[in-house]
């Protein structure tokens, strides 16, 4: 069963706009959400976290946004640039104290395309 | 930021033999480590856990005998195919935890470059 999904496989932006990915999850006991970047034939790369306890946070161009009740978070990117285009994996962590120590689990990913 | 390394990075071999990927975190000690593996366009998928000094924790589905694992220091782990079959040919990726992460004050993993297996 997929625990975390990314259901949209792909998404297209213009360069300065925002992107927005979205990730959904279904395993209550996750209390942790990452987010990494990540380019073919590469490991990925951390971009942001977020807590549970928390329902936002940003970094720089970054922010992510978590919706318990939902199940659901969210990245965005303002505003987008070309150099943003990559795979993007959300990941969940559950039972590790609000850290990423445990083990994670991923989502399917989302080729983000940011075009010029 | 935190650096992991993977080694080789591309492998080819043919079937029945045993391949040995490292993974060293190059500028932390990481008393935990994970493996992964990914298929073209999948998630990645967690095959098992490493301890630093103790036995690996495997994920459901994934054979110990097959895949072994060894983490003999704070900086390496190795995760060693044994009679790799074309099925086993995938993108294998280890993951170290760095600790508390100053910055952001959140452990963070950091991931390895992979490492490509193609079984012939």
């Known amino acids: 069963d997929q625990q975390v999904k990314q259901n949209s496989p792909s998404l297209s932006v213009q360069e300065g706009r925002i992107s927005i990915l979205n990730c959904d999850y279904t395993?209550?006991?996750?209390?942790?959400f990452l987010w990494y970047k990540k380019y073919p034939a590469e490991g990925p790369t951390f971009l942001i976290s977020i807590s549970s306890i928390k329902d936002k946070n940003e970094d720089g161009r970054f922010t992510v946004f978590l919706n318990k009740s939902a199940k659901h978070l969210s990245l965005h990117i303002v505003p987008s640039q070309p150099g943003d285009s990559a795979v993007y994996f959300c990941?969940?962590?559950?039972?590790?104290?609000?850290?990423?120590?445990?083990?994670?689990?991923f989502g399917q990913g989302t080729i983000l395309t940011v075009h010029p | 930021g935190a650096v992991v390394s993977q080694h080789p990075s591309r492998v080819i071999c043919k079937s029945g033999t045993s391949v040995k990927i490292e993974c060293r975190s190059l500028d932390f000690q990481a008393t935990t480590m994970f493996w992964y593996r990914q298929f073209p366009k999948q998630s990645l998928m967690l095959m098992a856990t490493s301890n630093e000094g103790s036995k690996a924790t495997y994920e459901q589905g994934v054979e110990k005998d097959k895949f072994l694992i060894n983490h003999a220091s704070l900086t390496l782990s190795t995760l060693t195919v044994t009679s790799a079959h074309p099925e086993d040919s995938s993108f294998y990726i280890c993951?170290?935890?760095?600790?508390?992460?100053?910055?952001?004050?959140?452990?963070?993993?950091?991931f390895g470059p992979g490492t490509r297996l193609t079984v012939l």
């Open positions: 990941a969940a962590s559950a039972n590790a104290g609000g850290t990423s120590y445990g083990k994670l689990t």
């Open positions: 993951s170290a935890n760095a600790g508390l992460a100053l910055r952001t004050m959140t452990d963070t993993q950091y």
């Open positions: 395993n209550s006991m996750f209390d942790y």
